[in-house]
């Protein structure tokens, strides 16, 4: 099975270190089951953008890029809901 490579800019790892504990834990495990499947159940494509996608971790966003041809995940953005769309 193919895997992906998972790489997060300089800003979502420090959006990620931010956050609470607990919620670095649910959101490293989605960023490890990424290297699997890109595109996982409930993960959406961002409407006005070539190649963003999204995926939820209750109420954080983890907004990242597929490259399939170098087989890399590039997370650009980790944040609250509220927030996140606001960076793009």
Do not use: F
């Not at 089951?33 to 961002?46: D, F, I, M, T, V």
């Not at 996608?53 to 954080?60: N, Q, T």
């Not at 990242?64 to 997370?75: G, H």
């Amino acid at each position: 099975m193919k895997r992906y490579r998972v790489v997060l800019t300089q800003t979502a790892e420090k959006e990620l270190r931010r956050l609470p504990s607990q919620v670095i834990e649910k959101i490293v495990t989605v960023l490890r089951s990424l290297e699997e499947n890109p595109r996982p159940a409930g993960c959406k494509k961002l409407k006005g953008y070539k190649n963003l996608w999204r995926v939820r971790v209750g109420d954080y966003r983890l907004i990242y890029a597929i490259e399939e041809v170098i087989m890399l995940i590039d997370v650009r953005e980790i944040g609250h809901r509220k927030d996140i769309y606001d960076k793009l």
